[in-house]
């Protein structure tokens, strides 16, 4: 098992911009579980000495919501990560369903956090940089991102995110990445995508523990780095320097996209030449004609 293992060979990867990327020792186990595959990835990062932490991951093949599974373990850690390569009940933001069909990620990560909630709001914003890091380490595609939490290639979504507060305490931050699939419904055939329309099948297990070093590397930056992850974003935030619609249940008004706070929100400036914030969760922002444009 050791050596077919893709986590022990050692690698010169590089990231993208051709910095090396860096090491984790890490020990797999694979077990079966009333028909259900686990397997547990622990990831130990050493630095001088110390240990950064360990993750853990709790793999299936089915599941109904990887966020809701693990919001009902109690007794998860920092680092507990559920994953499945399928949903039968995704959840999305504001409500919404997540179509997860064979052949996608869909990974939900405990970060356990102390600090209160309030000063977490960047989180969402950060993972989005976070998962955008993860598949450009892999794919040979160009991803951008839509306010606040939509992935995209070539102006169509292949990656929602979807942070909700942890019973446990803390946060769980949910990814569901469309990697090898293309069956879509007809209504979301215009809005919708999978990795591999652009760049080919795509390796989900690489794909997955990129994603999982790049997680690794959010959590611990999480507030010593909150200003260069946030320049990021909005570099590669499409959403910005355009008129869009702010949709909310109560009302849709249409605005000029500005800015990022350090906070995440989403700076506007309305007809009338006023100013706001929209915070994560207030609204979701739409093309003046449709999902983007
Ligand atoms: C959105 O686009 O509105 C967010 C979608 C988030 C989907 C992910 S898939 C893994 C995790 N489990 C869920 O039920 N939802 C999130």
Redesign the pocket.
């Known amino acids: 098992m050791k050596n077919s293992c893709p986590c022990h060979r050692k690698r010169e990867e590089r990231n993208a911009d051709g910095t090396k990327l860096r090491k984790y020792r890490k020990v797999l186990t694979f077990f079966h579980e009333n028909d259900i595959l686990v397997i547990e990835i622990r990831s130990r990062r050493q630095k001088g000495g110390a240990c950064l932490g360990e993750w853990t991951l709790l793999r299936y093949e089915t599941i109904?919501?990887?966020?809701?599974a693990l919001k009902s373990m109690t007794e998860a850690e920092h680092g507990t990560m559920v994953c499945?390569d399928r949903?039968t009940?995704?959840?999305?933001?504001?409500g919404?369903s997540?179509l997860?069909e064979d052949g996608?990620i869909?990974?939900?990560l405990l970060l356990k956090r102390s600090e209160p909630l309030d000063q977490l709001l960047h989180l969402t914003t950060m993972a989005a940089v976070a998962v955008r890091r993860a598949i450009m380490d892999v794919c040979s595609v160009q991803v951008q991102i839509k306010w606040i939490?939509?992935l995209l290639v070539e102006g169509k979504?292949i990656?929602?995110?979807?942070t909700e507060v942890a019973p446990q305490g803390g946060v769980i931050v949910?990814?569901?990445i469309n990697c090898n699939t293309d069956r879509f419904p007809q209504e979301l055939g215009p809005i919708a995508a999978s990795l591999c329309q652009f760049c080919g099948e795509v390796d989900r297990e690489a794909l997955l523990q990129a994603l999982i070093r790049r997680l690794q590397e959010m959590d611990e930056v999480l507030f010593s780095q909150k200003a260069p992850w946030m320049e990021e974003y909005a570099r590669f935030c499409i959403t910005l320097g355009k008129e869009v619609r702010l949709l909310s249940a109560a009302q849709s008004r249409e605005a000029f996209a500005e800015g990022i706070s350090e906070n995440g929100g989403l700076l506007v400036r309305f007809p009338d030449g006023s100013r706001r914030e929209i915070t994560v969760g207030e609204a979701s922002v739409r093309g003046l004609h449709g999902y983007m444009n």
């Open positions: 109904d919501s990887t966020n809701t499945s949903q009940a995704g959840r999305g933001r504001l919404r997540f997860s996608g869909y990974l939900s939490n939509d979504k990656c929602g995110i979807l949910g990814i569901g």
